[in-house]
């Protein structure tokens, strides 16, 4: 510097020089910081609404999120009771099915009942028809029975007339010899 | 976007995405109809502050789907105020309702702080000394200061002056009726872009640029040979790009409490940022509490601790893990840190450690005015009546000392006043290796202060008080005397003077000393410092030095400069004409013989200019002393 004729030759005043211009630049850059620091401030103030505004979106989305979540669960359980009511549907139509099947075998079975009825009518006719018959024979064998069992009291009087008879006593040696001798029941 | 109504809306928002209002003025661009209506829709911009509506209709002949040309094409124009907003354009449909066809998000950006200058002119140079007016307004407060700036001058102005035009531009404003301003005094020299600087009702700061250029010479303040046009010689602010490894975390953290007994401005503050940043990397977590001037934390670049009053610590001091301090490390057995030390040993059951850095009792005597001895004679009424929170109690002291799980001191010769069998651990000073580090001279800005081609520079920084006094005065005294040998010698001196210690010798050694004051940023000093060619501390073996270990010598040693030293503390370790230049006594002429033989024998300074670094690499390390620290802390008794 001191080559230069520009600058003062004095010391101090060199010195100065250089205090003053370092003063200069202290206060460009004081002045480069007070620009910046409200800008700053500015951006903080700003970012803080930007994270305020965010939050609150944040919060609606969240809200948002769940009530999709609910709608979700909701769907999800609607679709499960949907699934359930297909199958309960799908069941019952098979019952329904099984059932028009069993419709058709019972009426079937009715139509043969009712066929087997008509048999069984008939055979029960004939059955009574015979029964009356076999009734009416059963009356006479009882007429006849009963003529018979007369006939018979009338015999086993007669056996009892006979066996209590001096004659049937006299002879009951003889019956028992018979039986000695004979092996034969009387 | 589309509506969804009976009526199928179209519209396209144009204008720079996103959306963005600078100074407070939406413009918004876009078009919009409503398919086969051969009429364009009225459109609004709706916010939760406001609606804007049309501004202006434009023909638009390239969107598709009109049934004729329409004018489509929309501005919409006005101010909203600052925030961010939820955006709906909206049109409305020809049933009347008013349906969104498109919503972006807008940022609305404060209306700024402005000026204008309207005399002398409103551009280009002004040279002459004459008064400048104009009008200055910040939309949502009254300025309450205003100045001028250019080059190094600032003048302050007048306000409140009337202005008739202003109220239309800025209706929002209540005050702009009365934004003008005229400066208060003429322009003084300087030279520079003029620049507006107000203070706001709210305490904030705004500025507003100009296109005036302001170039006045000279007046009667500044010398016509001044050139505020030269080049400004800058010093040097680099960090240094060699930094130590990063510390081994501990794998056994500890809660540490530093008490100091001043503010964190202090030189003793600086050792103890330096170890607690260090415990801090390791993964301990650190808390330094100082007695008054809290603020002064600021002082130091990103520290890594939490710094508080010793009133607050005295309510309890919890760390991050919730509990409280294992280890206080009281720095100096100081009335304040005592008694504070002692409060949270009985409520935390912390283990206490007493660091010891200076002859307290030396200062104290010192301070007082009063010899040691007398002092150790006086009842312990007339002690406590005499010994300031500040200084430490000869009695007290003692006590605390006794009453100490264990001692640190600064230097193994203190280890005279710890209790036997107390542990104690020697814990050297260094310097911030992130400033302080081997730097050359700057020699361009060294010109500006040389007042020949043999002209040396010394530097000395530290206050001047009662106990350093009588060996900076012998400092002084050997500038003198090497100018007057025919030696031309700058001092460069930074602190604060607390007593009056050059008497007569001022004014004759005045025009050899650059004083620059208090440098309240520490790390400012070693561009300043690297001006030096020698580093000078004063001072001789003595109950003051013997004890204590100047904390500006790791940062001589690491600047690389040769340190001329007396024997004493530091000095009685160093070997004479490999590390350093050992004076028996480093006083007046002891300095001057010195300073003058490094000047002389070029290669004796390169050599203590080389033993100076080695020595500092080997022995000041602040990551090395912290560990050896928490070794020390670790293994203490429980």
Sequence with gaps: MKSDPAVPADQVNLLRQQLILAQVRIMELEDGRDELQPRLAGLEK?????????????????????????LQTQYEHLRH????????????????????????????????????????ADTTRQQLERISSLETAHRAALAESATRQERIAQ??????????????????WLRSLERVLGGRKP | MNGTSAYRLRGEIEGPRPLRARDGLVVVTGWCLVE???????????????????????????????????????????????????????????????????????????????????????????????HVEGWAIAPAQPTRELTLRYG?????????????????????????????FKSRVILSAGRGPLRLKAKLADGSVALARTSLEIDVPTDEHHDARIDFGATRIPLAATRNAALPAPTVKTDRPLNVLFILPGSFASNSALHVAALANELSRAGHDCAVAVAHDPETLGHHV??????????????????ANGRGPQVVHAWTTRENVRVLAEKLRADHGAQVVVHLEDNEQEILALSLGRPAGELEKMSAAELDRLVPPDLSHPRHGRDFLARADAVTVITDKLRELVPAGRPCHTVWPAA??????????????????????????????????????????????????????????????????????????????????????????????????????????????????????????????????????????LGSQLRHGIDAYVLERADNAGIAAAVTELRRDRALHARLSQGALAFAEKHFSWPRSAEALAKFYAALPA
Excluded at chain 2, 71 to 94: D, N
Excluded at chain 2, 98 to 106: G, H, R
Excluded at chain 2, 302 to 319: D, I, M, W
Aim: with cysteine; proline share 8%; hydrophobic share 40%.
């Design chain 2, 432 to 569: 911030d290796a992130r400033y302080f580090f081997a730097r050359t001279r700057p020699d361009d800005f060294r010109q500006t202060l040389d007042p020949g081609p043999d002209a040396s520079v010394l530097f000395y920084h530290g206050n001047v008080h009662a106990a350093n006094a009588a060996e900076v005065r012998e400092l002084y005294a050997a500038v003198l005397q090497l100018n007057r040998n025919g030696l031309p010698v700058t001092l460069i001196r930074t602190g604060l003077d607390q007593v009056d210690f050059l008497g007569a010798l001022a004014e004759e050694v005045a025009p050899h000393v650059l004083s620059l004051g208090q440098i309240l940023h520490h790390h400012h000093l070693p561009p300043l410092m690297a001006l030096a060619d020698i580093f000078v501390q004063p001072g001789a073996s003595d109950a003051f030095n013997d004890y204590r270990f100047p904390s500006k010598l790791p940062e001589f040693f690491t600047l690389g400069r040769p340190v001329v030293l007396p024997r004493t503390n």
């Design chain 2, 152 to 180: 190094h001058q600032e003048i302050p102005c007048d306000l409140d002056r009337p202005r008739a035009d202003m109220p239309a531009a800025y209706p929002e404003a209540p005050h702009a009726g009365r934004s003008g």
């Design chain 2, 302 to 319: 990103a520290p890594l601790f939490r710094g508080l009053l010793h009133r607050e610590a005295a309510s309890g001091v919890t760390f």
């Design chain 1, 155 to 172: 015999l086993d009087a007669e056996q009892r007339a006979m066996k209590s008879s001096r004659s049937w006593r006299w002879t009951a």
């Design chain 2, 36 to 130: 086969g209506d051969a009429v364009s829709p009225p459109v609004r911009l709706a916010t939760t502050a406001g609606n804007l509506a049309l501004y202006r209709r434009i023909k638009r002949p390239d969107v598709p789907g009109q049934p004729a040309l329409t004018e489509c094409g929309f501005v919409i124009e006005g101010r909203l105020p600052p925030g961010v907003y939820v955006a709906c354009f909206q049109a409305q449909l020809p049933d009347g309702r008013w349906e969104p066809f498109n919503t972006l998000s807008l940022v609305v950006d404060a209306r700024p702080f402005a000026a204008g200058i309207e005399s002398p002119s409103t551009t280009g140079k002004v040279s002459r000394r004459v």
């Design chain 1, 81 to 120: 009771m949907q699934h359930v009511t297909n199958e309960a549907l799908n069941a019952s139509r098979a019952e329904v099915a099984a059932h028009s099947l069993g419709k058709v075998a019972l009426l079937s079975e009715v139509e043969n009942l009712h066929t087997l009825t008509r048999q069984l």
């Design chain 1, 46 to 70: 700003l970012l803080t609404a930007a994270q305020d505004l965010t939050d609150l979106k944040l919060q609606e989305a969240a809200h948002l999120e769940k009530v999709r979540a609910d």
